[in-house]
């Protein structure tokens, strides 16, 4: 079992709409959750940190789920620039400065 | 934008051929990583370092090795590359944590433009 699991999708989601997508962590003692963005062919790069008490940036809204140990990424108001890779990032508690990375979440947003 | 660069961008090159993909940061940070990813893949730890004169292997096994003399420098070196080395490579680097436990901010990757090698 992989200890950062995503569905990879793709997510089609026509402009404007709304779009979800969860990812689930193996490990009860992680520490730090992040969602990276990545487009094809290029480096990931980090969308927002995931805090406890869930939080927004803009039209990206993050929560986090300790008790069933998943996090959630949500995208209001979908752009064709948020077509990419959403990857979920967790950092383990016993692990000095790694992160785990899940496979990714394809999104597309349709015209 | 983050201040970390890698070169080559692209690399093809024939097998046996001996291979150092370059990294560099300017921010001063002691913590860097080599990740290995293949098209539609997650990223695989292949190394990391957390400051001058420490390397340690990551989570995913890999023949190459890396070096870390100087903090903003983090070269991957390849002695004798194949067609399995076929992949892209991505450096990153962190901030170390202000205190112990601190906010997990100060754990955000800042990720190099990668290198794509071909091994043919």
């Known amino acids: 079992r992989k200890e950062v699991e995503q569905d990879p999708g793709p997510f089609n989601v026509p402009e404007g709409a709304t779009v979800a997508f969860n990812c689930t962590y193996s490990?009860?003692?992680?520490?730090?959750f992040f969602w990276y963005r990545q487009d094809c062919r290029k480096e990931p790069k980090l969308l927002m940190s995931?805090?406890?008490s869930g939080n927004e940036d803009g039209r990206f809204t993050a929560q986090l789920n300790r008790a069933s140990q998943y996090i959630s990424l949500l995208i209001r108001d979908s752009k064709l620039s948020d077509s990419a890779t959403y990857l979920c990032?967790?950092?383990?508690?016993?692990?000095?400065?790694?992160?785990?990375f899940g496979a990714g979440t394809q999104v597309v947003v349709t015209p | 934008e983050a201040d970390i660069y890698q070169t080559p961008r692209y690399l093809v090159i024939g097998t046996g051929k001996k291979i150092t993909l370059e990294c560099s940061q300017t921010?001063?940070?002691?913590?860097m990583y080599w990740y290995q990813q293949d098209p539609g893949m997650e990223l695989h730890l292949i190394h990391y370092?957390?400051?001058?004169?420490?390397?340690e292997k990551g989570d995913l096994s890999s023949e190459s090795t890396v070096s870390r003399i100087r903090t903003e420098h983090f070269p991957l070196t390849l002695e004798s590359a194949r067609p399995s080395h076929t992949s892209q490579y991505l450096c990153?680097?962190?901030?170390?944590?202000?205190?112990?436990?601190?906010?997990?901010?100060?754990?955000?990757?800042?990720f190099g433009p990668g290198t794509r090698l071909t091994v043919l």
């Open positions: 990153a680097s962190s901030e170390p944590p202000v205190l112990a436990g601190a906010p997990s901010s100060t754990d955000t990757q800042y």
């Open positions: 490990n009860s003692a992680s520490q730090s």
């Open positions: 995931v805090y406890s």
């Open positions: 990032v967790v950092k383990f508690s016993d692990s000095w400065g790694k992160l785990q």
């Open positions: 921010m001063g940070h002691d913590k």
């Open positions: 370092s957390y400051g001058v004169n420490s390397t």
